[in-house]
C-alpha cells in the first residue's frame, strides 16, 4: 500500500508561482509512474503531468506546457510539480497519483492505483 500526502498549495496572485510536492509512504516509488491531476468545482478531474519511474521522461497537458515541471526528488519518494506563470484558470484542487510503470497511458487517471487528498491552489486575477 502506498500514502500520498500533498502541500504546498495556497493562493497565488496571476503570474506567481508554487510549488507542489508529493511525499510517498509505505513504499518506495522507484518503479512507479507518478502523475498530477487537478479538479475544479463543477469538472471532471483533469490530467496535468506525469513522470515515468526513473525520471528519464515526462509528460503534460497542453494547457500546462511550457509553464508547469513535475519531477522526481532525491529522495525517490518525492515528486514535485513546480507551477510558473500561474492563470486563474489554474485554479483547483490538485491531486498526486501513483502507479506501476508500464511504460503508457501515463494521461488516464483510470490507470492510477493510489490518489493522495488533494491541495488547493487558488489563482487570483
Known amino acids: 500500500q502506498v500514502q500520498l500526502v500533498e502541500s504546498g498549495g495556497g493562493l497565488v496572485q496571476a503570474g506567481g508561482s508554487l510549488r507542489l510536492s508529493c511525499a510517498a509512504s509505505g513504499r518506495t516509488l522507484s518503479s512507479y509512474a507518478m502523475g498530477w491531476f487537478r479538479q475544479a468545482p463543477g469538472k471532471e478531474r483533469e490530467f496535468i503531468a506525469a513522470i515515468n519511474w526513473s525520471g528519464g521522461n515526462t509528460y503534460y497537458a497542453d494547457s500546462v506546457k511550457g509553464r508547469f515541471t513535475i519531477s522526481r526528488g532525491n529522495v525517490k519518494n518525492t515528486v514535485y510539480l513546480q507551477m510558473d506563470s500561474l492563470k486563474p484558470e489554474d485554479t483547483a484542487n490538485y491531486y498526486c497519483?501513483?502507479?506501476?510503470?508500464?511504460?503508457?497511458?501515463?494521461?488516464?487517471?483510470?490507470?492510477?492505483?493510489?490518489w493522495g487528498q488533494g491541495t488547493q491552489v487558488t489563482v487570483s486575477s
Open positions: 497519483a501513483a502507479k506501476t510503470d508500464r511504460g503508457s497511458y501515463y494521461n488516464a487517471r483510470e490507470t492510477y492505483d493510489y
